[in-house]
């Protein structure tokens, strides 16, 4: 069935032997043979369809498959499908089959005038010889730059569109090309995550590890990664989630979760009815009561199965502690140091004992915690937490309400709630660092101290904005970097540390506070902390930073450095670095300048200026020696034409290029290459 038997070549019928018994169904036969049309179905000579074949042109009643090899959706209307192995859809009539596009491109978008590898051979002709449009170089049914993505370091005629390097379901030209039609490809170097085999052989499907874990190394059938009692193939088998906690799985179905066992015991051997910590609760019982236990697990609050209970009402040593209360807390139910373990101990010398501790549900072993109960513990009831009175006065009979001690204009009390509500540790004997009374935003501490010598009494009336060191930053600002405003910053380094001088940071306009030293805020190459040094200014370009006499960038230029000095001869012509550089216009580096074999102190010597002209013809005399003209001739051929107006100037028989001679001008260099003078 669907099925085309056609041979251009062969005029005959098919030599077809034994049909007894065979009976075809919507075929095209040569001959006519079996009841198939026996009409030239004028498939393209690739063998693919075209809209004027006659399998396109012959309909059947009802498609017997439901798609065809192309895996196009065969017609079951009465209208019919296409007879033969193929079904002849072209949407966007562009005369390529849908189906054709789908699979080399991933979308209908092609043109019949689209050529995309570039070959010559339009999308029709691709398409009628079956030959692939696109960059196919080694005609394996994949694209280039495809094969090279997944295998970079080798050539392309290592893979095939048959091969399958990750052993899957798909072949090479499957996963470039996944179903042919829907144009997502999958990568060739690992298992399709739709696939349901089991590559790895660890008893889970590929595509279950892929949507679990990414990937098929991690874990296999018999891991536990969420630590609930359910291997990963027990939660496949059963529908639950690998990564997730699942409360209800009791494997060994002994009423007790197995989560619930392995984290409180290690495993999962452990009876309903054991009790192995002795308390008034057996293991279920425990369980039962566990809250959040293990995920938020808290002893004050959860039932552990291996200690006693935290509010267990036993009591072995008669002393009113309840022994899981003592446990937790002290890990004994003995006496300890410091008043641990005994009823009228205060182990944290909070004013509240350990019974009463007990009995408000607070922590004996902290205190100052907002979120403990004991934290505003009053035993003598006069307003303020036990605790803070025992802090600061050693006594709970000493601090009245009232009374402002340290003379910061805020009373005991207020000191107190500063403490309880705001969580400032404000001193009630000594003055808060805090305070403005003026509101000038001069705390009072600081006036004081630097003030009261010279105003006594009335220190509070220094100005914020006042400067009476003269350094350039007033009150506000010496309190904010803590320096002392009555003494000028002149040599104190100051806080940044930086090594520069706290007045010389203020004249050039650099933060004192700030470390700069490193920075270069002029561009010349010299560090804040190096022009500081020289005694330069650091916003202000400095073309000799190391005061050679030489300028730096001509320095780099000819000697890749600054190391040079102006009375050295680095290329021992006789001539100094300065002379040359300054002077003469010659190349330091070069002994030989012009590169005539004289060398450049006999050049000068001559009268030969390498940053001046000598004959005045336009040419600097350097020029003249890269032409081989006379530095000291206008015209060197004394044709009439000076050297500069000159194309042929050696040439007395030539001045302009005669016509028809075709040739680039001369170049007049007018500097020495690589010689860059001094500004």
Not at 67 to 87: C, F, K, N, P, W
Not at 624 to 639: I, K, R, V, Y
Request: proline share 6%; net charge negative; hydrophobic share 30%.
């Amino acid at each position: 069935m669907n099925s085309v038997f056609w041979d251009d070549s062969n005029a005959g019928p098919f030599a077809v032997s034994g049909t007894s018994g065979m009976v075809a169904t919507n075929c095209v036969i040569q001959g006519g043979l079996l009841g198939g049309v026996n009409t030239n179905p004028l498939l393209t000579a690739g063998g693919y369809l075209r809209s004027t074949s006659t399998a396109c042109l012959n309909k059947v009643s009802n498609a017997w498959m439901k798609s065809d090899i192309h895996g196009v959706a065969r017609s079951t209307l009465a209208a019919g499908a296409e007879i033969g192995a193929a079904e002849w859809v072209d949407t966007d009539a562009d005369t390529l089959a849908d189906w054709w596009e789908q699979f080399w491109f991933g979308n209908l978008a092609q043109t019949s005038t689209g050529d995309l590898d570039g070959d010559s051979s339009l999308n029709p002709a691709e398409y009628f010889l079956a030959t692939p449009p696109t960059k196919d170089q080694d005609g394996d049914f994949l694209d280039n730059d495809w094969e090279l993505r997944y295998w970079p370091d080798e050539t392309i005629a290592f893979q095939d569109g048959l091969g399958n390097p990750d052993n899957d379901a798909r072949n090479n030209a499957a996963e470039f090309n996944k179903g042919g039609l829907s144009g997502l490809q999958t990568d060739p170097t690992r298992v399709d995550t739709d696939y349901t085999g089991d590559s790895d052989a660890d008893w889970l499907p590929d595509n279950w590890e892929y949507s679990k874990f990414g990937s098929l190394t991690y874990y296999t059938g018999s891991d536990d990664p969420d630590r609930d009692g359910a291997t990963n193939l027990e939660e496949r088998h059963y529908n639950m989630e690998p990564w997730t906690l699942d409360a209800s799985w009791d494997g060994d179905k002994d009423d007790l979760p197995d989560w619930w066992e392995l984290r409180a015991f290690g495993n999962k051997s452990q009876g309903k009815t054991d009790n192995p910590d002795n308390d008034e609760l057996n293991n279920y019982q425990e369980y039962l009561l566990r809250g959040d236990f293990p995920n938020n697990y808290n002893p004050r609050k959860d039932r552990d199965p291996t200690i006693i209970d935290f509010t267990s009402t036993t009591d072995a040593d008669a002393d009113g502690l309840r022994d899981g209360w003592e446990i937790y807390y002290w890990k004994s139910i003995v006496p300890g140091s410091d008043g641990r373990g005994t009823p009228n101990g205060d182990p944290d010398r909070d004013g509240c004992p350990n019974l009463t501790e007990q009995t408000i549900d607070s922590n004996p072993e902290y205190r100052g915690y907002a979120t403990q109960p004991d934290y505003n513990w009053d035993g003598d009831g006069d307003l303020f937490a036990d605790w803070w009175e025992l802090k600061y006065f050693a006594t709970l009979n000493e601090c009245l309400p009232d009374v402002d001690l340290d003379g910061d204009m805020r009373t005991n009390m207020q000191e107190w709630i500063q403490w309880r509500d705001f969580n400032h540790l404000c001193d009630p004997k000594q003055m808060d660092d805090d305070c403005d009374k003026d509101g000038d935003k001069l705390f009072d501490v600081w006036e004081k101290q630097y003030f009261e010598a010279t105003l006594g009494a009335g220190y509070l009336a220094a100005s914020p904005t006042g400067d009476p060191d003269g350094d350039g930053w007033d009150n506000l600002r010496e309190q904010k970097e803590k320096y002392n405003p009555l003494v000028a910053d002149s040599t104190d380094d100051g806080k940044d540390r930086d090594g520069m001088p706290f007045n010389w940071e203020i004249a050039y306009g650099l933060d004192p506070a700030v470390n700069d030293a490193n920075d270069d805020p002029d561009g010349d190459g010299i560090t804040n902390l190096q022009e500081y040094i020289r005694n330069s200014n650091p916003k202000n370009k400095d073309l000799d930073w190391d005061q050679d006499g030489l300028n730096d960038q001509s320095e780099m230029l000819i000697f890749g450095n600054c190391d040079q000095s102006a009375s050295g001869d680095a290329d021992g012509d006789g001539l100094t670095n300065s002379q040359e550089m300054n002077e003469l216009g010659s190349n330091p580096a070069n002994s030989d300048t012009a590169g005539l074999g004289f060398g450049d102190a006999l050049m000068i010597r001559l009268g030969f200026k390498f940053n001046g002209d000598s004959d005045g013809d336009g040419l600097y005399d350097a020029a003249e020696a890269e032409l081989g003209t006379s530095p000291f001739l206008a015209d060197s051929d004394n044709d009439g034409v000076s050297d500069l107006n000159d194309v042929f100037p050696l040439d007395p028989a030539l001045s302009e290029r005669p016509v028809g001679i075709a040739g680039a001008p001369i170049v007049k260099l007018l500097l020495p290459v690589g010689i860059q003078l001094q500004p």
